[in-house]
C-alpha cells in the first residue's frame, strides 16, 4: 500500500486583527485532535492548549497588544504556523 504522508493542518484563524477572542476553523476532513500554541516573535511560549473540533476559540484576553505566531499541530506531526495581530 501508499503510505498516508503527514501533512501540515490546513486552517484559517479569525479575526484578526483579534482582540479577546482567536477562533481556529480546521478546514477539510476533521482528523482527530490538534495542538495549538501561540509564540511571541522573540520565540517565548505565550498560550497552548488542544483544539478538540473543528472550529475552537482560543481566550487571547491576556495577550498584551502586538504581533504572535500561532502554530497548529495536527495528527499529522507538521505544524503549520498564521501570523495573528492583537490589538
Do not use: C, W
Amino acid at each position: 500500500g501508499v503510505d498516508e504522508i503527514a501533512t501540515a493542518e490546513d486552517f484559517v484563524a479569525f479575526p484578526n486583527p483579534m482582540e479577546n477572542y482567536l477562533t481556529i476553523r480546521r478546514n477539510g476532513i476533521f482528523s482527530g485532535f490538534a495542538k495549538f500554541r501561540v509564540l511571541s516573535l522573540q520565540g517565548a511560549e505565550v498560550l497552548t492548549g488542544t483544539v478538540v473540533s473543528r472550529e475552537y476559540m482560543i481566550d487571547t484576553g491576556a495577550l498584551a497588544a502586538g504581533s504572535y505566531i500561532l502554530e497548529l499541530t495536527g495528527p499529522g506531526g507538521l505544524p503549520a504556523y498564521r501570523h495573528v495581530v492583537k490589538d
